[in-house]
């Protein structure tokens, strides 16, 4: 009795000294007001002994509604940086990586100084077939003096002003041929411009495609020998309880595990090849090397309308960079020839000329016959990709039905645990060889479809 008086005693006193902090807040009484500065921290129950550093709050102190915060073991200890919070997964699609590498990566804004460099070039060359053409015209409108003036000709002041520019016309290349190359020049930068620019988007296209779709065939690899690792994880189970009751020995246990080793190594291996492939993704567009990144397309095969090998080549014949670039070098030194026309036939100078157009005209003629050649050539490695494709998905499907047949059988104790394995790792291969196929016949497909344009390849201007 005394005892449960004692704490009924006890529990008042308690709820009176817990309830004077709050009547002297309500009545803002001076006591309060001289021994607070700011907020204070109120404890209920025990207080916080502070050990070394006390915690300190600056301006607004640490409130909690409800429940205060507990620890239980180690404090939490936050030395240097606050912690930060990790970025979320960005969700990218194959379109949206391909928008942001041809917009706002780093090789996107290379591509636009190069095509300011060669709007730059083309406004050289303008301006260099003007200065020809002003400096032409006043030698031109000093050889049409009349008579009239032979006394001012006589005059030396006038005589040395015309040699003068006649010597440094010479010596500036300024002659018609000059202008007239200049001029061919000058047109041919405009109008390919655009093409060399294409050209930069279409290499960051391509770059762009094959790390995507390398990230898509890692991660795949992965799935699949995570897959493998759980099949063999299940097996040594299964072998385990099987030589328990008696039904198989030491050795099928040993197989088992061994299989699971190499299982085990092959999720290492993939994981690390899998990181790696996120990470140069990353360094491509521009992301932080650890960003963490879901790729929302699948490796899936392409399905392309039917290839026709003789309008793709058609197609490159019209389209790629360096058969314009050979025409046009073939074209300049066609005029270069031409200028030599007063010159013997059987001088240096005539046949130097010569020897340079008839290199030109062949480097021409050879490049439409590379461009078929390579047009041809990655036609026949899109079907032979897809051939390879369609085999490798049979063997998976004699893959599957295989274990199937010895997973039945295993059941029935007629085939051997070595048996089961072999046929869970020919299975757990044609998944690899398949995915691998379809990843090759994408991007083999995507070269095939690329060639048929400007291609990859700058022209110089």
């Known amino acids: 009795m005394k005892r449960k008086l004692l704490s009924i005693v006890l529990a008042a006193t308690i709820t009176i000294t817990l309830a004077i902090p709050a009547f002297a807040a309500d009545s803002e009484s001076a006591a309060t007001q001289e021994h607070s500065s700011g907020n204070a921290a109120i404890t209920t129950g025990e207080s916080i002994p502070p050990t070394g550093s006390s915690i300190t709050t600056t301006e607004s102190s640490i409130t909690t509604t409800g429940n205060a915060i507990t620890t239980s073991g180690a404090s939490i200890i936050t030395t240097g940086e606050a912690i930060t919070e990790k970025e979320p997964a960005k969700k990218l699609s194959l379109s949206e990586a391909l928008t942001i590498m041809t917009t706002t990566g780093t090789r996107a804004e290379t591509a636009e100084l190069n095509k300011k460099a060669d709007y730059a070039v083309a406004q050289g060359y303008n ?19 009349p008579s009239a003036y032979q006394d001012m000709i006589a005059k030396e002041k006038f005589v040395n002003s015309v040699l003068d520019l006649a010597i440094d016309a010479q010596e500036q290349g300024v002659t018609a041929t000059n202008k007239e190359v200049m001029a061919l020049r000058r047109d041919f930068a405009k109008a390919n411009t655009d093409n060399n620019y294409q050209s930069d988007l279409n290499q960051i296209q391509q770059d762009t495609i094959n790390i995507y779709n390398s990230v898509l065939l890692a991660e795949d690899n992965y799935k699949i020998s995570l897959d493998n690792l759980t099949s063999q994880q299940k097996n040594l189970k299964n ?9 198989l020995s030491k050795k099928d246990v040993l197989q088992a595990q061994t299989a699971l080793s190499d299982a085990e190594e092959e999720v290492r291996t993939a994981k690390t090849k899998m990181e790696y492939a996120h990470m140069s993704f990353n360094y ?9 990144v879901e790729f929302t397309d699948q490796l899936t095969e392409s399905t392309p309308a039917a290839i026709d090998v003789e309008e793709a080549v058609k197609n490159a014949l019209a389209n790629r960079n360096e058969i314009k670039g050979a025409d046009f070098a073939k074209e300049i030194y066609a005029v270069l020839l031409d200028d030599k026309k007063a010159y013997s036939r059987f001088s240096s100078t005539y046949l130097s000329a010569q020897i340079n157009y008839l290199n030109a005209e062949k480097t021409a003629k050879d490049a439409r016959s590379q461009i078929e050649i390579d ?3 990655k036609a026949s490695d899109v079907a032979d990709k897809k051939a390879a494709l369609d085999a490798a998905k049979s063997l998976q499907n004699y893959a599957q039905e295989g274990l199937r047949l010895i997973t039945l059988t295993n059941e029935e104790g007629l085939t051997t ?9 020919s299975l757990y291969k044609a998944n690899l060889n398949v995915a691998n196929a379809i990843s090759e016949y994408n991007l ?18």
Do not use: F, H
């Not at 072998?239 to 039904?247: I, S, Y």
């Not at 645990?417 to 790792?425: D, F, G, K, W």
């Not at 497909?445 to 690329?450: C, I």
């Open 127 to 145: 301006e260099t077939v003007r200065k020809i053409n002003k400096t032409l015209k006043k030698l031109d409108y000093i050889d049409s003096l």
């Open 239 to 247: 072998v385990n309880a099987k030589k328990a009751v008696g039904l």
């Open 284 to 292: 491509l567009l521009g992301y932080d090397v650890l960003q963490e």
């Open 375 to 377: 047009l041809r050539n």
């Open 417 to 425: 645990v070595e048996e089961l394995l072999s046929a869970q790792i």
């Open 444 to 461: 083999a497909l995507n070269s095939y479809m690329d060639a048929q344009g400007v291609g990859t390849m700058r022209i110089p201007l």
